[in-house]
């Protein structure tokens, strides 16, 4: 279900909007929201606009709109369809009502007032069977790079801490491409492997024959 809402500058990660959390949420989100923060820090101008971060029983959601970064913190088993889809509802009815202004703003949370349309939208999304039958409408009319959630980078909050991996697309195709080229080195240590075995299994059956033969006669 979805547990928390934040709402930044990408530019600078100045805080516009957050969802009101009761004290039982806040204190049980309160190192993910730790995270989120560092998260902001980590976005760049070359940042996927589009990501999923593991953490704990958590997945820390982001989507990045005209400058704007809306972040949602869910159970890690809410799908991930639904996340998006919830922060795309977000990112429109933000842009509507206050995205000329995005730009000019200096005060944290100048538009505070956004946690009413937050509130009422997070409550369609907190469970999976109402938010399926009340957003298959706004589900419809998502994108298709939205719809398909194969194409949303996943990241582990413990790359960006402990290796401190990046949140930019470079970064991610790098990473893909060290895979596939772990991928072909090991499939060309076993073409290799197998060439050998066609090469000198053959003089290894004359050897151990041999040895058998030998065995045989002086025994």
């Known amino acids: ?12 990660a100045l805080p516009l909007a957050a969802s009101v959390d009761d004290e039982q949420t806040e204190h049980a989100l309160q ?9 902001f820090r980590r976005i760049t101008p070359n940042s996927e606009s589009r990501c999923s971060i593991e953490s704990g029983p ?17 159970d890690k088993s809410y799908p ?14 933000f842009a509507l009502s206050y995205g000329a202004k995005v730009e000019t703003v200096r ?11 937050m509130g009422k939208t997070a409550r369609l999304y907190q469970d999976t069977r ?22 949303i980078m996943t990241k582990n909050m413990e790359e960006l801490l402990w290796r401190g991996d990046s949140l930019d697309r470079m970064s991610h195709l790098s990473t893909s491409l060290r895979s596939e080229s ?3 080195r090991k499939a060309a240590r076993n073409i290799n492997l197998q060439a050998m075995l066609r090469q000198y299994a053959p003089i290894g059956a004359v050897v151990l024959l041999l040895i058998i033969l030998l065995w045989w006669r002086f025994s």
């Open 1 to 12: 279900m979805v547990r928390s809402t934040l709402i930044v500058r990408a530019s600078d």
């Open 31 to 39: 190192e993910h929201k730790q995270q989120a923060k560092l998260i």
């Open 58 to 74: 958590y997945t820390l959601h982001y989507l990045i709109v005209d400058n704007v970064v809306f972040l949602v913190i869910a």
């Open 80 to 93: 991930r369809k639904l996340a998006f889809s919830y922060l795309d509802e977000l990112s429109k009815e």
């Open 107 to 117: 005060k944290p949370y100048a538009f505070v007032g956004f946690d009413t349309f």
């Open 130 to 151: 109402t938010a399926n039958a009340a957003g298959n409408s706004n589900m419809d009319k998502l994108n298709d790079d939205l719809q398909d959630v194969t194409r």
């Open 182 to 184: 772990e991928k072909y």
